[in-house]
């Protein structure tokens, strides 16, 4: 059934089994099979994944766990194995790495810095833009929390108080806060979302944090202007009605 062919082909040897796998995977079986073959101490299980072409020419995916038997004197007497068709698993691992890899393209172009948190608050993932606040490499986030990065002890209470209430209630959270960075002192924008898994259980929180900086000085500066004018300056609404 996952090769087409018929059972007696394969026994008899008249399709050797060397011809039904892949050639682009036929070296690499081969070799692990005979470095095996070759250990007497070897009577493991030798495990790997490898492309077979069936009798119509379709091209499927096996997870082999072959067991090597031998007599008294250490000479193998047959090989014994268990092959599973994982086709079906193969094509959903490639739409979900294609799908991760048209995440990250989409995260990375933004200029917010993302980040993904579980429970603990450490960090699962965190945007390459991040090099632009802290002198830190994204993979050194990977697996620590802030306060193993040496973060001060006021932003990591802040950063576990936001994640920690995400889990809890279960819902979007969102605030500023500054933080003295590469290029000084930053003020974000801090949104904290839950993510869930397909009971709807609250698994990671995934954080945005926007720059906004240049907004606050903006608004600031504009504030400045008004406050220290010389200049009188009124705001009328004049109602055009029937009086």
Not at 6 to 30: E, N, T
């Amino acid at each position: 059934h996952v090769f087409g062919y018929d059972k007696a082909d394969i026994l008899s040897g008249r399709v050797p089994y060397s011809d039904i796998i892949h050639p682009d995977d036929l070296s690499r079986v081969a070799g692990e099979v005979s470095a095996a073959s070759g250990n007497l101490d070897r009577t493991d299980f030798t495990h790997q994944p490898y492309r077979i072409i069936t009798k119509d020419g379709d091209i499927r995916w096996l997870d082999d766990w072959t067991a090597i038997r031998r007599d008294v004197t250490g000479a193998i007497t047959h090989y014994q194995g268990i092959v599973m068709d994982i086709t079906d698993r193969k094509a959903m691992e490639e739409k979900i790495r294609q799908s991760e890899e048209t995440y990250r393209a989409l995260v990375e172009g933004l200029p917010d810095v993302v980040m993904r948190f579980d429970r603990e608050g450490r960090h699962l993932y965190v945007s390459g833009n991040v090099r632009n606040v802290v002198d830190i490499e994204p993979e050194a986030f990977i697996g620590k929390t802030h306060r193993e990065l040496g973060f001060p002890d006021d932003k990591c209470r802040f950063w576990e108080s936001a994640i920690e209430r995400v889990f809890v209630d279960d819902a979007l959270f969102e605030t500023e806060f500054a933080v003295e960075g590469k290029n000084g002192p930053t003020l974000f924008n801090f949104r904290v979302i839950p993510e869930h898994n397909e009971l709807g259980a609250v698994i990671s929180a995934l954080t945005v944090s926007i720059d906004i900086t240049a907004h606050r000085r903006a608004e600031k500066n504009y504030e400045t202007l008004f406050n220290e004018m010389l200049n009188g300056f009124a705001l009328h609404e004049i109602i055009c009605d029937s009086a």
